[in-house]
């Protein structure tokens, strides 16, 4: 079957009609003569029994963002399990460095009120005041971050309120989350929830001078397996200043200067977009969507970003690095190709890496045929252009949209963080490089199929059809897959490897793959005995 | 109180836990009836953290299915939600039974689950597909009750009186696949018939081949459970068990089937007083291919004393296992510098007494303990060495003392679900697994030791300066 033949339909048949119709929207067949993307539907409800890779709004504040601010205390306020859950199960590295000492650094730490009945019933706001008190004797944390559980908001404990109380005895800044698990539809809802209050209660309360030329965030980089690190090291060899990520191996201390940045890159759009937006509006701050997985993807980024500046030298300096890192990895590059090419992948994951991984991918001769995004928005997979005509729902309208405003005294416009004219500045937007996301659609093959909240039961059957040699996804897929007869490679925490940015991680990442692919215990499955019983079959 | 002294929690804050969820354990008990699902019902987050928790322990595919519960349903109940979980979870898995576990947000909402399961069987013809509804709220208790409530949930869902027969029922605690499968082996060589419970030997670490099937195969049968009733006597590794979740006790209770409670049998006393009862039971004698394991590992025991004298290990995890670990550690000589279980009621304190009486160290134990107050006693200790799962790592990547990981969960190494401690050829694997990380331990610092007493006395450093 070649790929422009399958058909959608069939795939989903065996399900209840119900289910065949909700699900059928949540699958787009890219198809190049359609023109335009078919709309998809996303960041909907799951339905409930179909076994789902998603987790909860509580998993996508605290495991997600505000989990790895590293001189961050977190307090998970509930019963103990969703705390233990998202302790250290996502493997943001964090590192000492000169303004976070050993003993600031809370990362590989779980806090948890272990509610127990009586506080369910008497409500655990004492509990909670208590433990901060507690951790604040203990530890003398800078700042504390409090994270609200599904039964929270149920028996009503007012976190804003233990939050406030807490700022006035201990004077550091106690952060809330009302991020019960319940709200949203998945993971995203958390993300938003956590944007909102870095933004409110973080960005812009430093007043230290951050020095630099051209000073840059990196957000939505969560630093897995060191990944934030090898991009830290790229770019200020070529001179840039790093103001702070959001959120791998960052600080509350320089997460508050944050507003100082001359520009804000952005590699996980869905998670952390909603900050990107809300600098630009309140701080002027542009930002620009990067990509730091695969050769190429890192070679466009590296040189949109000196475009950004139009700084000659910057762009000097860039072509330097550029040439320099290309000629270390070639030749290991190509090497791996010759394992790789030709070979087909799915990549399920999260909400953006699905798209970054296929330029990656495709730089090792590989081509993805099935991707996805587990709680992704309809831009992640259609471009921001369609933001506007996303309705909202009953489940999106009870996450606060802010409101901001340009910040007086600080928001400067932002041709003046690029140190440009309001022209050129103009120039390049119109030309399409700062402030957008055009999302996954463009850069599918044809014939590829996009895939909302994939089920086991839809990966299964797309398996049977593409039969890919590779899968991409999460630990709770992998060993589905290798039942499967495939093999598979974890991208959450990348089966403690990485990192896999930018040039060097692209070898790593290559090695990985050529590892799972080559090794001979697929070959071996069968036992010699059978081998000419299937042949014959 | 003499032998060891106990602390209670008495913090509020729980850094770095022990202990998991309640309807965690529920998922592991659930996997061990045969053709059966897990729903929990609440919303996603806690199923997905649990598939996940369990995946990278026993590195398998885990399903755990969810009521996806949101905002709205949260304030007006989930009995629509759940109701259409039931009826994907029957349309895509077809399974025999479908365990339904509550999470504490169902439970503070205060659904009622036996009374929604009533109103879907009666007008849905579900035909002969059975659901179990099991009350696992977390503020209530940890995984290890998580494990006990529904296994007790389960033979409560089938039993019926039933004619006598001469079977006896089996009731493990959370251990791993291997060791069900050491159990069964053992039942097997005495010539028992038996039903074990909850039996997830293949379900939860399937071995490669064929093609794959959503529900995996294996399992304690359901005709099996239903007839436990009616079994001779029920033989159930839960020393901690409390009263109000016990298996076997209810057998006894409702059915008048006779109690055995054994502990783990792990280390030498443990397995002979399973191998004794097991042979009580049939009138068969130990054949002799056990006593020559039995011989091996008596052999070792002997053989590795002097180094296993001087382990001090601190033992943490589940109850169950720790009392057993605790007794295997004493028979060899390693008096446990610090016994700690995650969980509270589970008596542990009050059944470590005897054994402890006359330990020639006391120990420190604990229960609800967190690791900061497990590490905190292990370094007060001088502990050398660290036995349970891998929640325990930091105290070999803070506190340098060596690790060997035993339990659940085990997710920094690979084989949690592989991993032998029952019987005297599980023992004699676990011991030497004790003893070789004493060893390493003792070489890897051994070179640098003898170098700086020879340094002192020889007085070299003394002459260079
Ligand atoms: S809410 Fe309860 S059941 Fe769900 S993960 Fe948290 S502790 Fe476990
Ligand atoms: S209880 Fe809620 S917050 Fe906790 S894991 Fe479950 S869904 Fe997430």
């Not at chain 1, 998809?40 to 409930?48: D, F, G, L, M, S």
């Not at chain 2, 109180?1 to 850094?15: D, F, I, L, Y």
Request: aromatic share 8%; hydrophobic share 35%; proline share 5%.
């Amino acid at each position: 079957m070649t790929m422009t033949d399958v058909n959608v339909d069939e795939l989903l048949a065996p399900m209840p009609d119900k289910v065949k119709k909700n699900r059928r929207k949540h699958i787009v067949k890219k198809d190049l003569s359609a023109g335009s993307c078919q709309q998809i539907e996303a960041n909907t409800r799951t339905v409930p029994g179909i076994i789902t890779q998603r987790g909860c709004c509580y998993a996508g504040c605290k495991g997600v963002v505000v989990g790895p601010i590293k001189d961050m205390l977190t307090i998970t306020h509930g019963p103990i399990g969703c705390a233990y859950y998202s302790w250290g199960t996502r493997r943001n590295k964090a590192r000492v460095d000169d303004r976070t000492p050993p003993e600031e650094i809370y990362t590989t730490m779980c806090f948890s009120t272990d509610m127990q009945e009586s506080d369910i019933v008497f409500g655990g706001e004492k509990k909670l005041a208590k433990m901060i008190d507690e951790v604040v004797e203990i530890f003398h944390p800078r700042a504390i971050n409090l994270c609200a559980t599904c039964p929270i908001g149920l028996i009503g404990d007012d976190l804003g309120a233990v939050a406030k109380a807490a700022e006035k005895r201990h004077g550091i800044p106690v952060i809330h989350y009302n991020c019960e698990g319940y709200k949203g539809v998945s993971q995203s809802a958390g993300h938003h929830i956590a944007n909102n209050q870095i933004m409110e209660r973080i960005i812009g309360t430093g007043t230290e001078k951050v020095d630099g030329k051209y000073v840059l965030n990196i957000l939505g980089e969560y630093n897995i397996g060191g990944d934030a690190w090898e991009n830290e090291r790229l770019l200020e060899e070529i001179g840039y200043t790093i103001g702070s990520t959001l959120t791998g191996d960052s600080a509350y201390v320089n997460i508050r200067n944050m507003h100082k940045a001359h520009l804000n890159l952005v590699q996980c759009h869905r998670s952390i977009n909603y900050i990107a937006e809300m600098m630009e509006t309140k701080y002027g701050t542009p930002w620009l969507k990067v990509n730091f997985i695969g050769i190429d993807a890192t070679i466009d980024t590296l040189r949109e970003i000196a475009r950004c500046f139009g700084d000659e030298e910057l762009i000097a300096r860039t072509e330097l690095v550029i040439e320099r890192e290309l000629a270390a990895v070639t030749p290991e590059i190509e090497r791996y190709q010759k394992i790789l090419k030709g070979r087909t992948a799915f990549v399920f994951v999260g909400g953006s890496r699905s798209h970054h991984y296929q330029f990656l991918l495709r730089n090792l001769g590989m081509e993805v045929m099935v991707a996805g995004y587990e709680f992704a928005h309809r831009d992640d997979y259609e471009g921001r252009e369609v933001i506007p005509t996303i309705k909202s729902d009953a489940d999106s309208k009870n996450i606060p949209e802010l409101h901001l405003e340009p910040e007086p005294g600080i928001y400067r416009p932002p041709h003046l963080h690029l140190k440009m004219s309001k022209e050129k500045y103009d120039e390049l937007v119109a030309s399409g490089v700062l402030n957008d996301y055009k999302g996954m659609y463009p850069d599918m093959v044809n014939g590829g199929i996009m895939i909302d909240d994939a089920n086991h039961f839809e990966t299964e059957e797309l398996v049977e059809i593409f039969k890919p040699d590779l899968i991409f996804t999460g630990i709770k897929d992998k060993y589905v897959t290798h039942k499967m007869g495939l093999p598979s490679k974890q991208m959450h925490s990348y089966d403690y490897s990485g990192p896999y940015t930018c040039f060097k991680g692209a070898v790593t990442f290559a090695k990985d793959v050529a590892h799972s692919l080559s090794t001979p215990a697929w070959k071996m499955i069968t036992a010699p005995w059978e081998q000419s019983k299937t042949e014959q079959r | 109180m003499t032998g060891c002294k106990v602390t209670s929690r008495v913090r509020q804050v729980n850094e770095n836990q022990c202990h998991m969820c309640m309807p965690l354990g529920g998922v592991i008990a659930l996997r061990g009836v045969e053709h059966s699902v897990a729903l929990v019902h609440g919303s996603q987050g806690c199923s997905t953290y649990m598939r996940l928790a369990n995946v990278e322990h026993f590195n398998e595919p885990i399903d755990i299915a969810s009521s996806s519960l949101n905002e709205k349903q949260a304030i007006f109940g989930g009995e629509a939600n759940l109701r259409i979980a039931l009826d994907n979870v029957i349309r895509v898995y077809r399974p025999k039974v479908i365990g339904i576990l509550t999470s504490c947000l169902a439970e503070t909402m205060g659904d009622d689950v036996e009374r929604f399961v009533e109103t879907y069987r009666t007008d849905r013809e579900i035909g002969e597909i059975e659901i179990i509804s099991v009350s696992t709220p977390s503020y209530g208790g940890t995984h290890t009750e998580g494990f006990w409530a529904t296994t007790r949930a389960v033979i409560a869902h089938y039993a019926r009186p039933a004619e006598r027969h001469g079977g006896i029922n089996v009731i493990v605690p959370n251990i791993s696949p291997a060791d069900i499968r050491e159990i069964k082996r053992l039942l097997d060589l005495m010539g028992l018939e038996y039903t074990l419970l909850p039996d997830y030997s293949l379900t939860l670490d399937r071995p490669f081949g064929g093609r794959y099937q959503k529900i995996a195969p294996g399992g304690t049968p359901t005709a099996a459970i239903a007839r436990m009733s009616g079994a001779r006597a029920t033989i159930q590794f839960g020393l901690t068990c409390p009263d109000t979740l016990s298996p076997g006790l209810f057998l006894e209770e409702r059915f008048g089937v006779p109690l055995i409670n054994l502990p783990l049998p792990i280390g030498l006393d443990g397995t002979d007083l399973f191998v004794g009862t097991l042979k009580d039971l049939s009138g068969q004698p130990v054949p002799d291919s056990l006593m020559l394991e039995r011989g091996w590992l008596c052999d070792a025991m002997a053989d590795t004393h002097k180094i296993n004298a001087a382990a001090r290990p601190v033992i943490y995890g589940e109850p169950e296992l720790v009392y057993a670990l605790a007794k295997l550690c004493l028979e060899n000589g390693s008096v446990p510098a610090v016994i700690a279980g995650g969980t509270r009621n589970s008596g542990l304190a009050a059944l470590l007494q005897p054994l402890l009486k006359d330990a020639l160290e006391e120990p420190i134990v604990l229960e609800e303990a967190d690791f900061v107050t497990i590490e905190d006693a292990a370094v007060r200790t001088s502990a050398n060495l660290a036995v349970g799962h891998s929640g325990g790592k930091y105290l070999t990547e803070r506190q340098g003392i060596p690790g060997l990981r035993v339990g659940y969960p085990i997710h920094d190494r690979v084989g949690g679900q592989r991993i032998l401690s029952v019987g005297y050829a599980g023992t004699l694997a676990l011991l030497d697994r004790f003893t070789n990380t004493l060893l390493e331990a003792k070489y890897s610092s051994y070179r640098r030791q003898r170098k700086e007493e020879l340094l002192n006395e020889k007085g070299v450093s003394d002459a260079k300066a």
